[in-house]
């Protein structure tokens, strides 16, 4: 199986940035696709991007785009959240998430993942 550790989160002000990392071990290569989602106290997990390792194809929450960017380095088998200009509302605990079987979910949905970090949090302070 494939196992994901998060990495990078913590506390920043208002406008600045953090990156995220994902560190998949264990039987990478039966991962199709990896996504990051993000939950917020009293809300639903909700997705925030994804990229496909194949040919990596990204995908993107609309509100994120141009502030967060999805990357890997397939050497290192981590994927990376780029978050710049952040917000108070960016606030959450950030989980990577693996898809190694078929789905016939698309990116953007949590039931297309099988596999998940234990999450990082990520607070903005105003």
Do not use: H
Not at 58 to 66: F, P
Not at 97 to 117: H, P
């Amino acid at each position: 199986q494939v196992q994901l550790v998060e990495s990078g989160g913590g506390l920043v002000q208002a406008g600045g940035s953090l990156r995220l990392s994902c560190a998949a071990s264990g039987r990478t290569f039966i991962s199709t696709l990896m996504g990051w989602f993000r939950q917020a106290p009293g809300k639903e997990r909700e997705f925030v991007a994804a990229l496909t390792l194949s040919g990596g194809r990204t995908y993107y929450v609309d509100s994120l785009k141009g502030r967060f960017t999805i990357s890997r380095d397939n050497a290192k088998n981590t994927v990376y959240l780029q978050m710049n200009s952040l917000k108070p509302e960016d606030t959450a605990v950030y989980y990577c998430a693996a898809r190694t079987a078929y789905s016939a979910d698309s990116a953007y949905n949590m039931n297309s993942y099988n596999t998940w970090g234990q999450g990082t949090q990520v607070t903005v302070s105003s």
